[in-house]
């Protein structure tokens, strides 16, 4: 069974920004539209590694105290 349906030019445009070379148009919205569960978007995102969240954290607190040390003269 097959169906059409009526797409922008612009919607179009942007759906083959995101198209494989080796994907249908059928298997590019099938693709789009499963659902997403959080391992799929930390696996999409590049987190596979463990222990990510804890050295964003340790950064993210090297950053503000070298930020407080420079904006109060300490060190």
Not at 18 to 30: N, P
Not at 39 to 66: P, Y
């Amino acid at each position: 069974m097959s169906s059409s349906i009526r797409i922008s030019d612009e919607t179009k445009a942007k759906l083959e920004a995101v198209k494989r070379e080796d994907e249908t148009f059928d298997e590019l919205l099938d693709r789009l539209a499963i659902t997403r569960t959080a391992e799929d978007v930390r696996d999409m995102a590049g987190f596979a590694e463990e222990g990510i969240e804890d050295h964003m954290k340790q950064k993210r607190e090297d950053l503000n105290d070298s930020f407080e040390a420079r904006t109060t003269g300490s060190e």
